[in-house]
């Protein structure tokens, strides 16, 4: 009865960290708003994603001060900036308004499939270093829209709380059924051994799950423009690699786990069962 019980609460413990180990990732990396501006990080040292922002920053400052060719004073500047450590926390500050629109229900006036981003930090930030005739800031907010064919304003609002439910759910349900499935057994080193099988199942998922992610950023993306297109694509790039290099952890994890119950196994064959 305890072998049947043990097994039970062994095969639980694999099914919940096979879940737990990628929906747990994708809780922290993608659907936390800091996970995703993190992983944005990436993004904003890419030449193409630079150049895009450097050429929207130099129009908005032609298009919002009274500066005559401010533009093109400005652009040079823009895109030394893009290429600065400021940029790239200026741009973690608009992976947070994408965050925003994806994982945020819109209002009745929004357009679902227009991304509009603040960039006031970033033209200011580039005005600042300018040297114009007379100093010149912008206290308004200036917006750029990101055409989103393929993806819809808060489409991911109620994917975003299953998958932190369930993240959680699997780690505790995970974690109970391991510990009673270690108490109960005759043979804990099988346990241990099956346990560790489960871990390396999950690595295995969530190396399948970096894959579908870029597929799928680049599916979604593949509508926009060149430059929007790219800023996906290297996000998703960035999110997808993370999760490889924690897959490849994990499945480390795994198979030390293994070995350890199949030595244990092997130690104590002789033994009495506990």
Do not use: C
């Not at 299953?162 to 974690?175: K, N, P, Q, R």
């Amino acid at each position: 009865m305890r072998s049947v019980a043990s097994g039970l609460f062994t095969v639980v413990a694999m099914i919940a960290v096979i879940i737990a180990v990628p929906s747990m990732w994708v809780s922290q990396r993608v659907v936390s708003t800091d996970g995703f501006a993190a992983s944005a990080g990436d993004a904003a040292r890419d030449s193409q994603v630079q150049d895009y922002f450097a050429e929207k920053v130099a129009a908005s400052v032609e298009e919002q001060t009274s500066v005559p060719l401010a533009g093109t004073v400005v652009e040079p500047l823009a895109r030394e900036y893009t290429r600065s450590d400021g940029f790239v926390q200026d741009f973690q500050e608009i992976a947070r308004q994408q965050h925003d629109w994806l994982f945020t229900a819109p209002g009745p006036e929004t357009d679902t499939h227009v991304m509009d981003v603040n960039v006031t930090p970033m033209v200011n930030r580039v005005l600042a270093s300018a040297n114009l005739p007379t100093e010149v800031t912008v206290d308004r907010p200036i917006y750029i829209g990101i055409d989103q064919h393929r993806l819809t304003a808060g489409s991911m609002e109620s994917t975003g709380r299953l998958v932190s439910a369930t993240s959680w759910t699997a780690v505790i349900v995970a974690a109970v059924a391991a510990i009673l499935a270690l108490l109960i057994a005759n043979r804990r080193s099988t346990v241990l051994a099956w346990l560790g099988v489960g871990v390396l199942l999950s690595a295995a998922g969530a190396f399948g799950i970096a894959q579908y992610i870029r597929w799928l950023a680049g599916d979604k993306a593949a509508d926009t423009d060149e430059a929007a297109r790219r800023t996906v694509e290297v996000v998703a790039d960035g999110v997808s690699s993370d999760l490889i290099r924690t897959s490849a952890i994990v499945g480390a994890v795994g198979v030390l786990v293994i070995v350890a119950g199949l030595l244990l196994r092997v130690v104590g064959g002789r033994q009495p069962r506990v």
